[in-house]
């Protein structure tokens, strides 16, 4: 069978790392769209997830919405006239994901969806936009908990909807030891479990101005009081960061340093007493690690991850996210809501069928 599969943005570099393992008994091609291109953002996790060079670079790189969904979607497009393939998989709900499933569908190709049926009520977030329009494109709906199926069912999409598990806690799973190995603690003079870990990338906190400031100020709080922070920064928050001023002011409390592997990233949150986020892939890697989290959300696609009290939603009031920062405490309950070997899964239902 002929794959072809899109990547482009930092966790689809992940995502895919895991699953294309799978597959490799069958003739897959692999398009990076070119969303993110940094070498801390892009490079670092083809070299240390062994992912093979991609077949197609598009190099589209970063514009607006329009712009980079439409360049994306001439590549695909592009490609997939070239390569007919059989099937063509996308992972998640960025614009690379968007743009490969209306490509593909418009060509009529096969398409699967990995991280199917995911829901926020907010229609304006990019991100919702993409899943919705994904879904609704996919042949293949692969849901990484119920919670996406029964989102699917109030959809009326039945068809083609399997509950796979989810493909990061796969990646997890089998990076965790080899993560272990990183000397950053070290390197950044911390100790296990004694410092918070601190990541911000949603446009809803990044690009609306007060958000930003009011979460910048409770983390200037926090580390005012002698809490060890670290933040690994985005290079779209490094931006707003130098643009507000603020870069000064924070980098005097807190240790900000550049966006890591993934390795690297998961003994940073293996070992956090907490970690305050806005990321969705973060949501859930702390609830497989029992890493209490504190989200810079008035909503997740992970509700999960909140039914067990691992995860409390605080938006972006200041006063709220330095509270929970000293206080939260989860329950130690565990209902394992990602399960185990959702790669094995899919590929298994991509071959039966
Ligand atoms: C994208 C996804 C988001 C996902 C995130 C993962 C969309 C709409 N958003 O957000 O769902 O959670 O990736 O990290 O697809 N930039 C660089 N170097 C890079 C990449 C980006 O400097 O290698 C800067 C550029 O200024 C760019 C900005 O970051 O304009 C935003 O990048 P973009 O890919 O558009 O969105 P993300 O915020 O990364
Ligand atoms: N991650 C990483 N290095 C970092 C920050 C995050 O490797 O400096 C990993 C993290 O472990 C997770 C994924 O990137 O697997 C999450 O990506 P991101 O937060 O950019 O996107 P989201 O999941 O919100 O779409």
């Known amino acids: 069978m002929k794959i072809v599969s899109v990547v482009g943005a930092r966790p689809q570099f992940i995502k895919h790392a895991a699953l294309s393992k799978k597959l490799k008994l069958h003739n897959s091609i692999l398009i990076h769209t070119g969303q993110h291109y940094d070498d801390y953002m892009s490079k670092i996790f083809f070299n240390e997830l062994k992912i093979p060079f991609p077949d197609y670079s598009l190099n589209v790189g970063s514009g607006t919405h329009a712009y980079q969904t439409a360049e994306i979607m001439k590549g695909v497009e592009e490609v997939l006239v070239n390569e007919n393939p059989d099937l063509v998989i996308v992972y998640g709900d960025t614009n690379s994901t968007l743009a490969s499933a209306l490509a593909a569908v418009k060509l009529r190709k096969k398409m699967a969806h990995v991280e199917a049926g995911l829901r926020m009520s907010d229609k304006k977030i990019p991100e919702e936009v993409n899943r919705v329009i994904t879904d609704y494109c996919s042949d293949y709906l692969f849901c990484p908990t119920l919670t996406a199926v029964e989102n699917l069912k109030r959809e009326n999409i039945t068809r083609g909807v399997f509950l796979t598990g989810d493909v990061m806690a ?184």
């Open 170 to 353: 796969d990646a997890l799973t089998e990076a965790k030891s080899i993560a272990e190995k990183s000397g950053i603690l070290d390197d950044l003079g911390l100790t296990s479990k004694n410092y918070l870990l601190f990541t911000l990338h949603r446009v809803s906190n990044t690009d609306i101005v007060d958000n930003f400031i009011s979460i910048i100020d409770a983390i200037i709080k926090i580390g005012e009081s002698g809490e060890n922070i670290v933040f690994p920064v985005h290079p779209r928050t490094r931006k707003v960061l130098r643009e507000t001023g603020l870069s000064e002011r924070l980098e005097k409390v807190i240790k900000v340093i550049d966006p890591v592997g993934y390795f690297t990233f998961l003994k940073l949150l293996n070992h956090a007493s907490k970690v305050l986020t806005d990321s969705g892939g973060i949501q859930k890697e702390s609830y497989i690690l029992k890493v209490p989290c504190i989200t810079l959300m008035n909503e997740t696609p992970w509700p999960e991850t909140v039914n067990d009290g691992w995860n409390v939603l605080v938006g972006t009031d200041t006063n709220l996210i330095i509270s929970c920062a000293f206080n939260f405490s989860p329950e130690n309950k565990y209902s394992n809501y990602f399960y185990q070997g959702a790669c094995d899964t899919i590929v298994s239902i991509i071959e039966s069928r």
